[in-house]
């Protein structure tokens, strides 16, 4: 199993940027396809973006243009560069590994907060 960690959140006015990081341990990362979910108050969790083990990316239609998730293989490091925040991604944000399309482990997540 793949042990995660995030880091990166922080509280950020509207418009601003921020990089999440997942560093990830155990296991072998670069077989994974990775994930960011989210949770926001009172909310599902929902899924945010992936990647897959070869590379390729999706996002959600709510943050397409503006998250783009990325991993260095050689760090074991999932990164999620959020541009042009907005008040409604305010959120946990967790980082998860995949095994044949299920979650196999989730990180603790880290809170970002996006005021008006």
């Known amino acids: 199993q793949v042990h995660l960690v995030e880091s990166g959140g922080g509280l950020v006015q509207a418009g601003g940027s921020l990089r999440l990081s997942c560093a990830a341990s155990g296991s072998i990362f670069s077989m994974n396809a990775m994930r960011w979910y989210r949770q926001a108050p009172g909310k599902e969790r929902e899924l945010v973006a992936g990647?897959?083990?070869?590379?390729?990316?999706y996002y959600a239609g709510s943050v397409k243009g503006r998250f783009t998730i990325s991993r260095n293989k050689a760090k074991n490091t999932l990164l999620l560069q959020m541009n042009s925040l907005k008040p409604e991604d305010t959120a946990i944000y967790y980082c998860?590994?995949?095994?044949?399309?299920?979650?196999?482990?989730w990180g603790r997540g880290t809170q970002v907060t996006v005021s008006s």
């Open positions: 998860a590994a995949m095994r044949d399309g299920d979650v196999d482990s």
């Open positions: 990647i897959s083990s070869l590379g390729n990316t």
